[in-house]
C-alpha cells in the first residue's frame, strides 16, 4: 500500500511540535511546584495538607512529563520507520494500518485489531519502574 509519505511526515512534524510544546509547559510548571514548595518551607513551615496537594500535582505533572517523553520517543521511531519504509504498517499482523488512524495517530505501530491490546501492554511495560 502507497503511503503519502509528504502527508505523513507533515503529520509526524506537527504532532512532535505539539510534543515539545506540551513538555516545555510541563516542565515549567513543574519548576515553579519545586520553587513554591521551596518558598513554603522556608514561609510558612509547610502544612500538611499543602504539602498532599502540591505532591499530588508534582506527581501529576511527572506523570506528564514521562507521557509526552514516550510519545516523543514514538513519535521519533516512526518517522525512522517512514525513512526505511515501513511506516504505517502494523508491527503484529504486518497488514496495513488504516489512513485515517495514521491520521490520527501518525505514531502508531499497530492496526486498529492490535492497538489497543498491545498498546497498552506497551504503556504498562514502560511505565513499571
Ligand atoms: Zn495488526
Redesign the pocket.
Known sequence: MAIDETAARRSLDAERRRLMDALDLTEGDLAEERDGRDGELAAYDQLPADQGTETSDMERDVGLQADFERRLQENAAAQSRLDSGRYGT??????PIGPARLEAMPSTR??M??ANALEAGANAVVRRP
Not at 502494523?90 to 497488514?95: I, K, N, S, Y
Request: with cysteine; net charge negative; glycine share 0%.
Open positions: 502494523c508491527e503484529v499482523c504486518e497488514r499497530f492496526c485489531d492490535h
